[in-house]
């Protein structure tokens, strides 16, 4: 039924990663959003929550903005497909909130860190 593929759905939301010091969306990761887009225009009752998060290199104040850069590339890629603006929200966080927190990261640490999650809200 609906339940159960809302279920799959669900799983099929990305979480998109970046290169380093970058906000562009890799083609890897634009099949993914081109699904969310989808779900998101068959589902009208569905809101999208949308986080832009660093790695732990560069100041705070650099990455702050650099993460709003993630986030808001992710959300204009998605409004770019037919998702209404309004039915998102970004919001981001810099270095904060690190998946792997680590002093020296090595690479694969560092790139889990590099992202951008998406959230479903009712």
């Known amino acids: 039924g609906i339940f159960e593929e809302l279920q799959k759905e669900l799983i099929a939301i990305p ?3 970046f290169d380093f010091d970058k ?3 890799r083609p890897v990761h634009m099949k993914e959003l081109e699904r969310t887009a989808i779900m998101m225009r068959r589902m009208p009752n569905l809101n999208l929550y949308i986080e832009g998060h660093t790695d732990q290199r560069g100041s705070e104040e650099y990455n702050k903005s650099l993460s709003e850069r993630r986030s808001e590339v992710v959300m204009k890629y998605l409004v770019n497909r037919g998702v209404d ?7 981001w966080f810099g270095k904060t909130r690190p998946v792997v927190d680590c002093g020296e990261c ?3 640490q560092h790139q889990l860190n ?3 999650e998406l959230k479903l809200k009712k």
């Not at 603006?85 to 919001?91: G, K």
Request: aromatic content about 10%; proline content about 0%.
């Open 114 to 116: 590099r992202r951008t």
């Open 106 to 108: 090595n690479a694969a």
């Open 85 to 91: 603006a309004a039915r998102m929200q970004h919001e």
């Open 15 to 17: 979480i998109v990663y």
């Open 23 to 25: 906000s562009f969306i």
